[in-house]
T-cell receptor, first 114, second 110 residues
């Protein structure tokens, strides 16, 4: 069964450094998402992406964050200058269609900012 | 309850028993999805119920949706130790984003 993959599984970085989290959505899916989950808290929406542009973003997704689909398969989340509070599990998700479809999640990248 | 909180926050049962988790939401929804998360791991999709559906089954899972009460429940029948995990409901409203609740931690003991 097709699945969403994410790399790396764990990223450790120093505060102020840039990180890029990578995702490969399911191949025939058109809508892509990033969510994050701070340890012990609920999963929070960051951004959705369709047709090579952001379709919706949350208050969390400020100027330090950006997303890109650099080729036909990868979907990336970049954090320009990481802060301690960016430490979280980051999940990528994708759907084939729009709001009425199942969102399939990747296994997550655990980001630790020191 | 979720979107929001979930009820209960934690549930401990014996293997073979049924587990029921409830979730409520505040705004109109297009669909509601249930996910499972094993400790520190990814989110596994369990079942999706659309706003015009009242009940849905998948294997040992039964989900109900009451849009008049803005609530949903997930029933796991004949639970197994492997069902031990956190369970989340998540809904989509006007857009595509999922809004998650705080989840129920289920522990199934042998």
């Amino acid at each position: 069964e097709p699945e969403v993959t994410q790399t790396p599984s764990h990223q450790v970085t120093q505060m102020g450094q840039e990180v890029i989290l990578r995702c490969v959505p399911i191949s025939n899916h058109l809508y892509f998402y990033w969510y994050r989950q701070i340890l012990g808290q609920k999963v929070e929406f960051l951004v959705s992406f369709y047709n090579n542009e952001i379709s919706e973003k949350s208050e969390i997704f400020d100027d330090q964050f950006s997303v890109e689909r650099p080729d036909g398969s990868n979907f990336t989340l970049k954090i320009r200058s990481t802060k301690l509070e960016d430490s979280a599990m980051y999940f990528c998700a994708s759907t084939q269609g729009a709001m009425r479809d199942t969102q399939y999640f990747g296994p997550g990248t655990r980001l630790t900012v020191l | 309850s979720q979107q929001g909180e979930e009820d209960p926050q934690a549930l401990s049962i014996q293997e073979g028993e049924n587990a029921t988790m409830n979730c409520s939401y505040k705004t109109s929804i297009n669909n509601l999805q249930w996910y499972r998360q094993n400790s520190g791991r990814g989110l596994v999709h369990l079942i999706l119920i659309r706003s015009n559906e009242r009940e849905k089954h998948s294997g040992r899972l039964r989900v109900t949706l009451d849009t008049s009460k803005k609530s949903s429940s997930l029933l796991i029948t004949a639970s197994r130790a492997a069902d031990t995990a956190s369970y989340f409901c998540a809904s989509t409203g006007g857009g595509n984003k999922l809004t998650f609740g705080t989840g129920t931690q289920l522990k199934v003991e042998l």
